[in-house]
T-cell receptor
Framework: AQKITQTQPGMFVQEKEAVTLDCTYD???????LFWYKQPSSGEMIFLIY??????QNATEGRYSLNFQKARKSANLVISASQLGDSAMYFC????????????FGAGTRLTVKP | EAQVTQNPRYLITVTGKKLTVTCSQN?????MSWYRQDPGLGLRQIYY???????DKGDVPEGYKVSRKEKRNFPLILESPSPNQTSLYFC?????????????FGPGTRLTVT
């Protein structure tokens, strides 16, 4: 079964607007971590934001925030005030358990920011 | 500078010709992992290592080998490459023990097997 589901293969957003990239996950563990990575056209993987399953507050990092809805098992990435440089692939990933380091990735969402 | 390096960055080879992709990290991370990225499938884990001399299979290990003789290095070996191993490969590392430790990725190796 798919552990991480990203249902939006591609998304478009107008520059300076906010955009939400969806991510749902499947786990029976109580302890887990959720990550978002950005992959620009140059190919490198850039870590954006982390949310722990026990964190009560939604994670934020600059223009990135994570809309964590534990009961719905969703961890959507919100990018505010989109910039042209935000055009990239975005991957949601999950690490299960307290001591595991293994990550499972979603298929990704390609975001295009229009001027 | 903290980094994960991979070599080569690009490789075109023929079916059956053994090859090794090197991976090295300078952050003293215990955990290292190899992924392959294919369109529509995201990143899938090939092998991982929790520490020196400790390796284990990921989700797609067939056709690959790894070794971890030193903490900093984690080479990926394709003994007899086939065209279905054409892909973009990433090495990653992190501190062990779960928690908020993100994985640091190398720049990727684009492999084409003809």
């Amino acid at each position: 079964a798919q552990k991480i589901t990203q249902t939006q293969p591609g998304m478009f957003v107008q520059e300076k607007e906010a955009v939400t990239l969806d991510c749902t996950y499947d786990t029976s563990d109580q302890s887990y971590g959720l990550f978002w990575y950005k992959q620009p056209s140059s190919g490198e993987m850039i870590f954006l934001i982390y949310q722990g399953s026990y964190d009560e507050q939604n994670a934020t990092e600059g223009r990135y925030s994570l809309n964590f809805q534990k009961a719905r098992k969703s961890a959507n990435l919100v990018i505010s005030a989109s910039q042209l440089g935000d055009s990239a692939m975005y991957f949601c990933a999950m690490r299960e358990g307290q001591s595991s380091n293994d990550m499972r990735f979603g298929a990704g969402t390609r975001l295009t920011v229009k001027p | 500078e903290a980094q994960v390096t991979q070599n080569p960055r690009y490789l075109i080879t023929v079916t059956g010709k053994k090859l090794t992709v090197t991976c090295s990290q300078n952050m003293n991370h215990e955990y290292m992992s190899w992924y392959r990225q294919d369109p529509g499938l995201g990143l899938r884990q090939i092998y991982y290592s929790m520490n020196v001399e400790v390796t284990d299979k990921g989700d797609v290990p067939e056709g690959y080998k790894v070794s971890r003789k030193e903490k900093r290095n984690f080479p990926l070996i394709l003994e007899s490459p086939s065209p279905n191993q054409t892909s973009l490969y990433f090495c990653a590392s992190s501190f062990s023990g779960g928690g908020p430790y993100e994985q640091y990725f190398g720049p990727g190796t684009r492999l084409t097997v003809t």
